[in-house]
């Protein structure tokens, strides 16, 4: 029963690779789509700033601290759409550049685009 037990285990094997490729593909998946749904917020703050802006002109409305309330979300969604572009990075075991947001070689000391020193992981981590 030696080669019914190698079959039952490479087959075996071959489904649990197989899983996991699928659960990889799951979370990339999910990243992918909450990466467009921010970029989708994004565009709609950025829309509704114009708009105040326009109004505030137009009308004389002083909508500065709603700007600025929406300036923040700005930052905060810019700080989302880099964790998720960073995270679908590493797991296509790269990085994303600092300086211009290039995906590279995990391995690369000088950005290929922008030529940037990439920080070793120890500075990385601080
Ligand atoms: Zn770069």
């Known amino acids: 029963m030696k080669l019914w037990d190698d079959v039952t285990k490479a087959a075996s094997d071959a489904a649990s690779k197989a899983a996991k490729k699928t659960s990889e ?3 990339s998946a999910k990243l992918r789509y909450k990466l467009h749904t921010e970029q989708t917020r994004l565009s709609v703050i950025y829309e509704k700033i114009g708009r105040l802006y326009y109004d505030s002109i137009k009308s ?3 909508n500065t601290a709603k700007i600025a309330e929406l300036t923040a979300e700005v930052e ?4 989302e759409i ?3 572009t960073a995270k679908l990075a590493e ?3 790269k ?3 600092p300086a211009c947001n290039a995906e590279i070689d995990k391995d690369s000391v000088f950005c290929p685009r922008c030529g940037t020193k990439q920080p ?3 500075e990385s981590k601080e």
């Open 76 to 79: 905060a969604v810019n700080a």
């Open 25 to 27: 593909l799951t979370a």
């Open 82 to 84: 880099a964790r998720c």
């Open 91 to 93: 797991m296509k075991r």
């Open 95 to 97: 990085r994303v550049c």
């Open 60 to 62: 004389g409305i002083d």
């Open 120 to 122: 070793t992981s120890t």
